[in-house]
């Protein structure tokens, strides 16, 4: 009687759930290793296009890039030569700022994976 009074009672079949997919699993350190590759090759090449720039132009620096002297024919040819080199610098600095964040999260993955 107390089972025709609780609508529970009856045993119904409960399907269980599937087990998760499991994900595959990432390489944290090959992912990192290979955007600091990359970074370095963007820093390499832009190495070399600023070699060549400073020889075209006849650019001297100092260590840290600030123009020393120009050798142009015009007068008028200083500021689009500054306004380049300054562009170079920026884009470099940018680049030099994301290889070492690259260089800092491969360092973190390969020790997370010890």
């Known amino acids: ?3 025709v009074m609780w609508p529970l009672a009856k045993s119904q079949a409960v399907a ?3 087990p998760p997919i499991a994900e595959p699993p990432v390489d944290r350190v090959g992912q990192t290793q290979q955007r600091v590759r990359e970074l370095k090759a963007q820093l390499d090449a ?3 296009e600023m070699l060549q720039f400073k020889t075209k132009h006849r650019v001297r620096t100092n ?6 002297s120009i050798e142009c024919a015009t007068l008028n040819g200083r500021a689009p030569i500054e306004r380049e080199w300054r562009g170079l ?4 600095d940018g680049l030099v700022t994301a290889w070492h964040a690259a260089l ?3 360092s973190e993955a ?5």
């Open 89 to 92: 610098l920026q884009k470099r």
């Open 110 to 114: 390969k020790g997370g994976s010890k």
């Open 46 to 48: 832009l190495d070399t």
């Open 16 to 18: 269980e759930p599937e």
């Open 63 to 68: 260590r840290f890039g600030l123009l020393l």
């Open 1 to 3: 009687m107390l089972a």
């Open 104 to 106: 800092f999260s491969w």
